[in-house]
């Protein structure tokens, strides 16, 4: 049987965050491991909070989020925001796409949250929004559709 998703990727509490989730590949050999395991925390059924602290190597030589590293969180948030809101994915989704509007430069030294909302939800596609937060305010916007996976992995 080949694996799932729901196999590959941890969700188990965060020792560290009561009422938080760990959400991330449990092996660190994708680009997922560049983020470290998100922490996520459920915020309603159609609503969750996905964070991150940010790392040097995600940083421009300003010391700032570079704008690359914000893109890549936003979409990977946007599959562990879907556990957070009650979404359990056994097969292997994709981003359709993934619209992004940057609003202030994010900051390389503190945690960068996601805040990811489920606006719809088809039999095949998931559609989402949100916002991506630091203690100074708003950093990005973005909006994503995600097309929902079947058992096996896509093939090369």
């Given at each position: 049987m080949k694996p799932t998703t729901l196999d590959l990727f941890r969700w188990e509490p965060d020792p560290a965050n009561p009422g938080w989730m760990l959400w991330g590949p449990r092996e660190n050999a994708q680009f997922n491991s560049l983020y470290?395991?998100?922490?996520?925390?459920?915020?309603?059924?159609?609503?969750?909070?996905?964070?991150?602290?940010?790392?040097?190597?995600?940083?421009?030589?300003?010391?700032?989020?570079?704008?690359?590293?914000?893109?890549?969180?936003?979409?990977i948030a946007l599959f562990?925001?879907?556990?957070?809101?009650?979404?359990?994915?056994?097969?292997?989704?994709?981003?359709?796409?993934?619209?992004?509007?940057?609003?202030?430069?994010?900051?390389?030294?503190?945690?960068?949250?996601?805040?990811?909302?489920l606006t719809r939800e088809t039999r095949r596609m998931v559609f989402l929004r949100g916002t991506v937060e630091q203690s100074f305010g708003t950093v990005a916007a973005f909006m994503a559709t995600i097309r929902k996976g079947s058992a096996a992995p896509p093939q090369a």
């Open positions: 470290g395991p998100l922490s996520v925390l459920s915020e309603g059924p159609a609503r969750a909070r996905v964070r991150f602290t940010p790392q040097p190597l995600l940083t421009s030589i300003s010391g700032a989020m570079h704008g690359g590293a914000i893109a890549g969180f936003i979409d562990a925001g879907l556990r957070g809101c009650g979404v359990e994915q056994g097969g292997f989704a994709s981003t359709i796409d993934l619209s992004i509007q940057y609003a202030a430069p994010g900051s390389g030294d503190e945690p960068m949250d996601a805040i990811v909302e």
